[in-house]
């Protein structure tokens, strides 16, 4: 019988907070992240708001990562290494106990922001800062493991791609802790420029709290993030022996491509539909046991009408009983790190059977009509849990979660 695959801990780094606790009360109180942009002069953009991390993070890192390690890091790689510093320190994960050739380190990375915007970037560590496979390698260089280690680059679906390659190492018997997740950071004048000229981003940037409103029929596009997700998955062995804390089981995932267009999701859902069929038929849970999803949510108006038509052809009559909220909703869409803070976000709401809402649905679209937890968190006894994500290029996937017990 081939392992079950646990998480035993979590981290997420956001514009809700630099630690698990506050961005978990956060998102249960319904607070959003969007403000205005600091980290540059904005004043020009079509789009001046975003979900950035608090200011504080530097002097927050530096208690992690020394000062010569540091200079070689971009914030994206500080956040990547910061959090899962933590994650390992809190949920007292005795690495030094594992074999090292059968600990691995997997994460989905966009870009590491080296952009205009980083600070004290040189020729002397250029070259680092820009490796998408640093972010990975710097982890592993931490704690010795010597098993696979590698980035995957799937858009905003990278980090979701990254934890399904994970629970593939440890159901195959190749693994016993693997390190996954995601880091990124779009908000730097480039990307937004981008963006705004596919008029991708919202631009109610006099109300940067209420902009980010998916399920709306005001919304006017999705709102940048940034920040990191971690999730530690180990085998069910490996965490009954030392009596580990479990947040959930990782039960089975779908991954598909939608091979249509390279920005726009196949019509009426149908891609997404597939791969939501693909994740509950590979963990061989039954619709009826899922009381859950964390929408990829986007607060675009593609996205939500066709995530939302393609939970109705996959759930039918069902898809009104299944609770669903929109993290991004409060912090925006972290791109590549999205993903793995959903994911985590999904395993604590399983863990402590609370669901946050999808925050500024006040005025909701008439052709969207499942339960979108508006504006108030809700106790949830969880089940089983799916999280979307669903990105450029036609990268989706489905990861699917289950009580532990």
Not at 71 to 78: G, I, L, N, P
Not at 164 to 172: T, V
Not at 315 to 332: C, D, T
Request: aromatic letters at 8%.
């Amino acid at each position: 019988m081939s392992e079950k695959v646990l998480i035993t801990g979590l981290n997420i780094i956001s514009s809700l907070g630099l630690t698990l606790d506050e961005n978990w009360k956060n998102l249960l109180d319904g607070k959003s992240g969007i403000k205005k942009i600091s980290l540059f002069d904005a004043s020009e953009l079509n789009t001046q708001i975003a979900g950035q991390v608090d200011e504080l993070f530097d002097e927050y890192s530096s208690g992690f990562i020394k000062k010569r390690l540091a200079k070689q890091m971009t914030r994206v790689s500080k956040f990547c290494l910061t959090a899962v510093k933590v994650a390992i320190q809190e949920h007292n994960i005795p690495v030094t106990e594992f074999d090292p050739e059968r600990c691995a380190v997997i994460f989905g990375v966009v870009n590491t922001g080296n952009t205009s915007v980083e600070k004290d970037t040189s020729n002397m560590n250029t070259i680092v800062k820009g490796m998408n496979n640093a972010l990975s390698a710097w982890i592993s260089i931490e704690y010795g493991f010597e098993g696979p280690n590698y980035t995957i680059s799937t858009a905003c679906a990278s980090s979701a791609y990254a934890i399904a390659n994970g629970y593939d190492l440890i159901k195959q018997g190749k693994a016993d802790l693997v390190i996954v997740g995601g880091a990124d950071s779009t908000i730097n004048p480039e990307d937004i420029n981008g963006f705004n000229s596919l008029f991708a981003l919202s631009t109610n940037n006099d109300n940067p709290e209420k902009a980010s409103c998916p399920f709306s029929a005001d919304r006017d596009g999705f709102v940048i993030g940034e920040g990191a997700g971690v999730l530690i998955l180990e085998s069910e062995k490996s965490a009954k022996k030392r009596n580990a804390k479990v947040y959930a089981e990782l039960v089975g995932y779908g991954l598909t491509n939608e091979a249509f267009n390279i920005m726009s999701p196949k019509t009426d859902g149908e891609g997404m539909a597939k791969t939501m069929q693909k994740a509950i038929h590979d963990s061989g849970i039954e619709i009826s046991e899922i009381d859950y999803i964390n929408a990829h949510g986007t607060s675009t108006t593609l996205n939500d009408l066709y995530e939302t038509m393609a939970i109705e052809k996959v759930l039918g009559e069902y898809a009104q009983s299944v609770a669903i909220s929109s993290s991004k909703s409060m912090i925006g869409h972290t791109i590549g790190a999205a993903g793995a803070i959903e994911a985590a976000i999904t395993a604590k709401s399983i863990f402590h059977g609370l669901a946050h809402p999808t925050i500024n649905l006040f005025n909701p679209d008439p052709r969207l009509n499942l339960d979108y937890i508006p504006n108030a968190k809700r106790s949830v006894s969880i089940r089983c849990a799916l999280s979307n994500s669903f990105a450029f290029g036609g990268h989706n996937s489905t990861l699917v979660f289950r009580k532990y017990s």
